[in-house]
């Protein structure tokens, strides 16, 4: 074992500086956005070298070539990614979404994420991401199973409950974890429900799940709001994205006693100071599939919503969007990170200046990992929980967990999301130094 590995080195004199640091020098690289708040977190921590290079590279990264006939009867090539970052606390854990736009970095910056979060709210998981380049729209239903069918056997090696459970994300969904936990079990000769998370009740998913992110996000908002000492009751939310986690956010917020004056999609945003009447927005977008249009409320720009007056700000749509272009406009107290890597870096120095308390993603958004962890356990249990306890385990753990990063951020100085990095790369490191280092 080298001595950087050492098991009863608890304070380690060198420090490392990432040698490569040039080659990510985007603001929006998600890699970069992951790295930056690493560094920093393993800074404060004095992470012996060893540590800190062993924490910055993934695990195992499978590219697959996922051949798909298309019902044209041409067979198309389509590129996937799966990424272990780090399973040295459990099975990695992570989503699968299929875009056109995903990237290698950006499936390895997600699985680093999901490895900080597991660690955050201290569930026996690590972390990893997988993704398929192509345009889900452009397929039939049978044209996704047979692609869903094709990726997951391309990674049937690192799949199983035991080494990496998937879950749905971007353009997926428990129709597709359903087509994935049945290949698998195809191929494993008897069903194997653990081996995915997010599936349909019937065959195994959890009560409480599809709620899960948006619930976690109103306790984080909620535990945020009673540190800044803002009553609850009136607090005015921004929120941008209406899918799962910003529409379920809206509706369990609004139970709280907040204000939703903003909501925005994809197709525009709609703001009303009085509070816009959320049972009556989702009614809307049942109906008409988008936002826009809604006739009751006033139609604005996204940076308008991003920059409206407002206690909190819940950024639930996509990556990138409060940057160093826009953080000097934010006049909300707290944003609280719904979506992934919302926030870039260099937005977080400003956001700093102007002392808004961000409850960043690892913690805001981790009630739907924290809730597939349930469903795990259930699975292989085989014995499966009511909603009211899905729902007081979740809300216990949200609770501990903002407490052990605020307290943490209290300890060290630091704002949330370096304390949050410190708190799961500790654990993460915790736990390779007692492993130790396999020669
Ligand atoms: P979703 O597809 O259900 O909803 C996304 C919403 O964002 C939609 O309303 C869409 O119209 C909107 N949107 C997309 N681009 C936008 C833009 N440029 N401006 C404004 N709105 C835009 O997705 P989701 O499951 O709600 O996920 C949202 C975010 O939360 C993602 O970053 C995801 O990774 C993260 N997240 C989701 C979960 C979960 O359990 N669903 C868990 C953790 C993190």
Same mark, same amino acid.
């Given at each position: 074992?080298?001595?950087?590995?050492?098991?009863? &080195?608890?304070?380690?004199?060198?420090?490392?500086?990432? =040698?490569?640091?040039?080659?990510?020098?985007?603001?929006?690289?998600?890699?970069?956005?992951?790295?930056?708040?690493?560094?920093?977190?393993?800074?404060?921590?004095?992470?012996?070298?060893?540590?800190?290079?062993?924490?910055?590279?993934? &695990?195992?990264?499978?590219?697959?070539?996922?051949?798909?006939?298309?019902?044209?009867?041409?067979?198309?090539?389509?590129?996937?990614?799966?990424?272990?970052?780090?399973?040295?606390?459990?099975?990695?854990?992570?989503?699968?979404?299929?875009?056109?736009?995903?990237?290698?970095?950006?499936?390895?910056? !997600?699985?680093?994420?999901?490895?900080?979060?597991?660690? *955050?709210?201290?569930?026996?998981?690590?972390?990893?991401?997988?993704?398929?380049?192509?345009?889900?729209?452009?397929?039939?239903?049978?044209?996704?199973?047979?692609?869903?069918?094709?990726?997951?056997?391309?990674?049937?090696?690192?799949? =199983?409950?035991?080494?990496?459970?998937?879950?749905?994300?971007?353009?997926?969904?428990?129709?597709?974890?359903?087509?994935?936990?049945?290949?698998?079990?195809?191929?494993?000769?008897?069903?194997?429900?653990?081996?995915?998370?997010?599936?349909?009740?019937?065959?195994?998913?959890?009560?409480?799940?599809?709620?899960?992110?948006?619930?976690?996000?109103?306790?984080?908002?909620?535990?945020?709001?009673?540190?800044?000492?803002?009553?609850?009751?009136?607090?005015?939310?921004?929120?941008?994205?209406?899918?799962?986690?910003?529409?379920?956010?809206?509706?369990?917020?609004?139970?709280?006693?907040?204000?939703?004056?903003?909501?925005?999609?994809?197709?525009?945003? !709609?703001?009303?100071?009085?509070?816009?009447?959320?049972?009556?927005?989702?009614?809307?977008?049942?109906?008409?599939?988008?936002?826009?249009?809604?006739?009751?409320?006033?139609?604005?720009?996204?940076?308008?919503?991003?920059?409206?007056?407002?206690?909190?700000?819940?950024?639930?749509?996509?990556?990138? *969007?409060?940057?160093?272009?826009?953080?000097?406009?934010?006049?909300?107290?707290?944003?609280?990170? =719904?979506?992934?890597?919302?926030?870039?870096?260099?937005?977080?120095?400003?956001?700093?200046?102007?002392?808004?308390?961000?409850?960043?993603?690892?913690?805001?958004?981790?009630? =739907?990992?924290?809730?597939?962890?349930?469903?795990?356990?259930?699975?292989?249990?085989?014995?499966?929980?009511?909603? &009211?306890?899905?729902?007081?385990?979740?809300?216990?753990?949200? *609770?501990?967990?903002?407490?052990?990063?605020?307290?943490?951020?209290?300890?060290?100085?630091?704002?949330?999301?370096?304390?949050?990095?410190?708190?799961?790369?500790?654990?993460?490191?915790?736990?390779?130094?007692?492993?130790?280092?396999?020669?």
């Amino acid at each position: 074992m080298p001595p950087s590995m050492s098991t009863t &080195e608890t304070h380690p004199t060198q420090t490392a500086i990432r =040698g490569d640091k040039d080659t990510f020098l985007s603001e929006d690289n998600p890699f970069e956005a992951m790295m930056s708040r690493f560094d920093r977190a393993a800074d404060l921590l004095h992470l012996d070298a060893g540590l800190y290079s062993v924490l910055r590279h993934p &695990e195992k990264q499978v590219i697959v070539s996922v051949p798909v006939q298309r019902d044209n009867g041409n067979v198309e090539v389509f590129t996937g990614y799966r990424v272990l970052y780090s399973t040295v606390r459990g099975p990695g854990k992570g989503g699968i979404r299929f875009a056109p736009n995903v990237t290698l970095d950006e499936v390895k910056a !997600l699985a680093a994420w999901m490895t900080w979060k597991c660690a *955050v709210v201290n569930i026996p998981f690590g972390g990893s991401k997988g993704g398929v380049i192509c345009d889900p729209d452009t397929f039939s239903n049978a044209e996704l199973e047979r692609l869903t069918r094709r990726y997951t056997s391309a990674i049937m090696e690192t799949l =199983g409950p035991d080494s990496d459970v998937p879950a749905p994300d971007i353009n997926t969904n428990e129709r597709v974890m359903a087509w994935i936990m049945d290949t698998y079990s195809m191929h494993k000769r008897h069903t194997v429900t653990a081996v995915v998370t997010g599936k349909p009740i019937e065959m195994g998913g959890s009560l409480g799940r599809r709620e899960a992110t948006g619930r976690g996000s109103t306790i984080a908002v909620r535990e945020a709001l009673r540190r800044r000492e803002i009553p609850i009751h009136g607090a005015r939310v921004a929120i941008q994205g209406f899918g799962n986690v910003g529409s379920i956010a809206a509706k369990h917020l609004e139970r709280e006693g907040c204000s939703i004056i903003a909501v925005s999609d994809v197709s525009g945003a !709609l703001y009303d100071k009085r509070g816009l009447d959320v049972e009556d927005l989702l009614a809307w977008v049942r109906n008409h599939r988008f936002l826009s249009g809604y006739p009751k409320a006033e139609a604005v720009t996204e940076h308008e919503l991003l920059t409206a007056e407002c206690e909190v700000l819940v950024p639930a749509a996509v990556e990138n *969007v409060i940057t160093s272009k826009n953080a000097a406009d934010i006049r909300a107290k707290i944003i609280c990170e =719904g979506a992934n890597g919302p926030t870039t870096a260099n937005a977080d120095r400003i956001l700093d200046e102007k002392d808004i308390y961000v409850v960043p993603d690892i913690l805001a958004n981790a009630g =739907g990992v924290t809730v597939s962890y349930f469903e795990w356990v259930q699975d292989r249990g085989g014995y499966f929980w009511d909603l &009211e306890t899905v729902n007081q385990r979740l809300e216990s753990i949200m *609770v501990r967990s903002f407490d052990e990063v605020a307290t943490m951020a209290e300890r060290h100085n630091v704002n949330l999301r370096t304390a949050a990095y410190m708190l799961s790369i500790e654990r993460v490191a915790a736990v390779h130094r007692l492993r130790g280092l396999y020669a």
